[in-house]
Every structure is written in structure tokens, then in C-alpha cells.
């Protein structure tokens, strides 16, 4: 069992900046992919970012550049800096875990190869 704790979001101006944090429980989380997906009001959820347990980082077009995910092994916790931030950037941002090790990295952009997620913290950005 993973539980993930999402924090960090708020209202903020657009060119602005946030970090959400997502503080996960379990022995597994060292050895998990990370993944952080956001879902706008009537929108579907979509992927933002992910990091394996290698390190390796694969991001959504949209927001390469501007958002760097990190993970901290010995505080079982992964990090998205959110820098330049848009309107369109206004969603509640979810954190996921996937356990399975097996995960290529391509294939965690796809929110179904995760097992565990978080109750999802709000960013707002206005204009």
C-alpha cells in the first residue's frame, strides 16, 4: 500500500511560480515512477510529468522548459517546480505512483499504468 499526500498549490499570477510536493508512505517509493497529471474543469486528466526510479524524466510538450519534476528518495517525496506559469495551466494537480518497476519510460504518460494516486491540490493561475 502507497499513500501520496499532495501540497503546494495555490492562486497565482500568471509569469509566477509553485511547488507542489507530494509526500508518499511506503517502503516501495524509491523504487517507484512518479508521475504528476492535472485535469481542468471539463477536461480530461492528462499528463504533466514523470521520474523513475533511475532518474530518468519525461515531460509533456506543453510544459517542457518551464517544469522540472524531482524526487527525494530519503524523504519519499517528488517535487514539481512550476515556473512561467500560464492560465492555462489552472487545474488540481494529482500525483501518482506506479510500483511495478516494469514501466518503460514512454509508457508513463499514460495515467492507467499507475496504481496509486493522490487526492489532487488546486493551481490556479490568473491572468
Known amino acids: 500500500q502507497m499513500q501520496l499526500v499532495e501540497s503546494g498549490g495555490g492562486l497565482v499570477q500568471a509569469g509566477g511560480s509553485l511547488r507542489l510536493s507530494c509526500a508518499a508512505s511506503?517502503?516501495?517509493?524509491?523504487?517507484?515512477?512518479m508521475g504528476w497529471f492535472r485535469q481542468a474543469p471539463g477536461k480530461e486528466r492528462e499528463f504533466v510529468a514523470a521520474?523513475?526510479?533511475?532518474?530518468?524524466?519525461v515531460y509533456a510538450e506543453s510544459v517542457k522548459g518551464r517544469f522540472t519534476i524531482s524526487r527525494d528518495n530519503a524523504k519519499n517525496t517528488v517535487y514539481l517546480q512550476m515556473n512561467s506559469l500560464k492560465p492555462e495551466d489552472t487545474a488540481v494537480y494529482y500525483c501518482?505512483?506506479?510500483?511495478?518497476?516494469?514501466?518503460?519510460?514512454?509508457?508513463?504518460?499514460?495515467?492507467?499504468?499507475?496504481?496509486?494516486w493522490g487526492q489532487g491540490t488546486q493551481v490556479t493561475v490568473s491572468s
Open positions: 501518482a505512483a506506479d510500483t511495478s518497476t516494469t514501466q518503460a519510460l514512454g509508457d508513463l504518460i499514460t495515467s492507467r499504468v499507475y496504481n496509486y
Open positions: 521520474i523513475r526510479w533511475s532518474g530518468n524524466i
Open positions: 511506503g517502503r516501495t517509493f524509491s523504487t517507484s515512477a
